[in-house]
């Protein structure tokens, strides 16, 4: 099965993932790899420019990895996930939003690559 993307986890995500009920970390791991093979716009939704969230609704709670692509590398696509939170209003916070696009201009300066 071809994955269209690989997916990396910046250490807040996967904290996030560990701090949870491992039934519900897996089945937002589930939804990434279902998404990583297959378009599916309930999963893994646009933002804005540079941010897209991978959406789980899994026991009532809304789970959400925000994330943005890296293209960088000629050879593979990243989806790099930054951190994750249980979303309690219909709209994401626009300081969860700041603060993925805080740790992409991190990630892009350590890699040495201009935005």
């Known amino acids: 099965m071809n994955t269209r993307f690989e997916v990396v986890f910046l250490d807040e995500a996967l904290s996030f993932l560990q701090e949870i009920d491992k039934k519900h970390a897996k089945k937002i791991l589930y939804n990434i790899r279902k998404v990583q093979t297959e ?9 804005n420019n540079d941010i897209w969230e991978f959406r789980t609704l899994y026991q009532g709670l809304q789970y959400r990895l925000l994330a943005f692509w890296d293209k960088s590398s000629d ?8 951190h994750g939170f249980i979303k309690k209003d219909s709209k994401v916070p626009s300081n969860e939003i700041d ?13 040495d690559i201009n935005l």
Do not use: H, W
């Open 39 to 47: 378009q599916d716009a309930g999963l893994l939704k646009k933002l």
């Open 99 to 111: 603060k993925a696009i805080q740790m992409r201009v991190k990630y892009f300066n350590k890699k």
């Open 75 to 82: 050879s593979e696509t990243l989806v790099v996930a930054t």
